[in-house]
């Protein structure tokens, strides 16, 4: 499994090179709640990421489960809804390890996961701790500048904020709180969020597919 992440990865150095397309993938999460949510926001960005950057990842995104072993598939992971979200230990060991070789889980709190997240990731790392991610991180300097997390969707007039968790330098947890950059991805009738909202959105979910592209090794 490790060394089918480590191929996948590999292909990430050259990903303008005319190889199969790479392919992504949405956490199918237990615990009730509803992780399908946004469903037209992986497309939409992924097809954002096609045209701006030498990328070619398959247009649609896979589903795949945390204890599942075709997890080792895909260099890149989202996870999003509005409820409680639970991994089993069999879930926390297969996510662990995956992480850990290489592997790029999203999280972003469409809203209500907040304290469910920070549960389920002490289990993922108890020897690790969330890192509040700094203004300038490579991450908001990739393709599109940006100084800190834009904000996209209003939900408790609180900052939007970047958490990770680092292995070797590498962030390979990214939590995104009070943002909900998935909105702003999502069908614009969907949300009818502005233009200039749902333009910050995708550039920065752009930045973060490229980050993974280029800090993955």
């Known amino acids: 499994m490790k060394t089918a992440l480590i191929l996948v990865l590999s292909a990430l150095v050259h990903f303008g090179a005319a190889a199969q397309a790479l392919k992504i993938a949405v956490l199918k999460y237990a615990g009730g709640g509803d992780w399908y949510a946004n469903p037209t926001s992986l497309p939409n960005l992924i097809k954002f990421c096609n045209e701006h950057l030498p990328a070619r990842i398959h247009p649609e995104p896979d589903v795949v489960e945390p204890s599942s072993a075709d997890l080792f598939n895909y260099p890149f992971l989202h996870a999003t809804g509005h409820g409680n979200i639970f991994f089993t230990e069999n879930d926390v060991k297969n996510l ?122």
């Open 96 to 217: 662990r390890k995956y992480l850990l070789n290489g592997g790029f889980l999203h999280i972003d709190d469409n809203y209500g996961m907040d304290p469910y997240v920070r549960r389920e990731i002490q289990k993922l790392f108890p020897e690790k701790k969330l890192e509040l991610l700094p203004d300038f991180h490579p991450i908001f300097t990739q393709k599109f500048p940006f100084k800190n997390i834009p904000k996209i969707h209003e939900h408790d007039g609180k900052p939007a904020q970047a958490f990770a968790i680092f292995h070797n330098g590498r962030i390979v947890l990214l939590y995104t709180y009070e943002t909900d950059l998935g909105n702003g991805w999502e069908d614009q009738e969907v949300h009818n969020n502005p233009e200039e909202v749902r333009q910050k959105a995708l550039k920065m979910g752009c930045n973060i597919l490229q980050y993974v592209f280029n800090y993955s090794l």
